[in-house]
């Protein structure tokens, strides 16, 4: 089955202790991304990686980092962690919009993260 | 640049009734325009999307949205709600990267 899968799913951590999401897919996705979600806000881009060993950022990088050394892993990763980071996560892929393609998002399905 | 703004955070309707979730966006290219449904408790899935061709698509679970270019518009409409429609709607513009709307919540009351 074609997915998305983030883990975990549900975390809760204190300020300051590093901790890691991970992200998979299957699919064989060139693109890959990290988005927030937070009421009023809708979806804000954290991150993205066009291919491996090619990422960048977008509107809300600050705080985190991420690595692509495999195409289908995107880890992203709080170095330290604070309470303005509490919010839910989604990791999507999608192939790159050319011939048939038409570049839409598969997401997984959420980390819910509360920073005390 | 490109930009969506969803109008009304919250919509509540009937069941049965029509359904009017509203999106409009900006771009500097010719846009691709989605629709995502999110349920609670899980990730965004694709009702549907328009790229080139008919301005009038159509998506899954009865849904479909017309792109009005003239009027920079791209609302997702059904002909009557069922209680399953009940979730959080984000309309999304891709132009060189995904951009997407606050969110619009449909509540379909009984």
């Known amino acids: 089955e074609a997915q998305v899968t983030q883990n975990p799913r549900y975390l809760i951590t204190v300020t300051g202790k590093k901790l890691t999401v991970t992200c998979s897919q299957n699919m064989n996705h060139e693109y890959m991304s990290w988005y927030r979600q937070d009421p009023g806000l809708g979806l804000r881009q954290i991150y993205y990686s066009m291919n491996v060993e090619v990422t960048d950022k977008g509107d809300v990088p600050e705080g985190y980092k991420v690595s692509r050394k495999e195409k289908r892993n995107f880890p992203l990763i709080l170095e330290s962690p604070s309470p303005n980071q509490t919010s839910l996560y989604f990791c999507a892929s999608s192939l790159p919009q050319r011939g048939s393609n038409t570049g839409e998002l598969f997401f997984g399905e959420g980390s819910r993260l509360t920073v005390l | 640049a490109q930009s969506v703004t969803q109008l009304g955070s919250h919509v509540s309707v009937s069941e049965g009734a029509l359904v009017l979730l509203r999106c409009n966006y900006s771009s500097s290219v010719p846009p691709y325009l989605f629709w995502y449904v999110q349920y609670p408790n899980q990730g965004l899935q694709l009702l549907l999307k328009?790229?080139?061709?008919?301005?009038l698509v159509k998506g899954i679970n009865g849904f479909e949205a017309e792109f009005k270019k003239s009027e920079t518009s791209f609302h997702l409409t059904k002909p009557s709600a069922h209680m399953s429609d009940a979730a959080e709607y984000f309309c999304?513009?891709?132009?060189?990267?995904?951009?997407f709307g606050t969110g619009t919540s449909l509540t379909v009351i009984p």
């Open positions: 328009y790229t080139t061709g008919a301005t």
């Open positions: 999304a513009v891709f132009g060189w990267q995904f951009y």
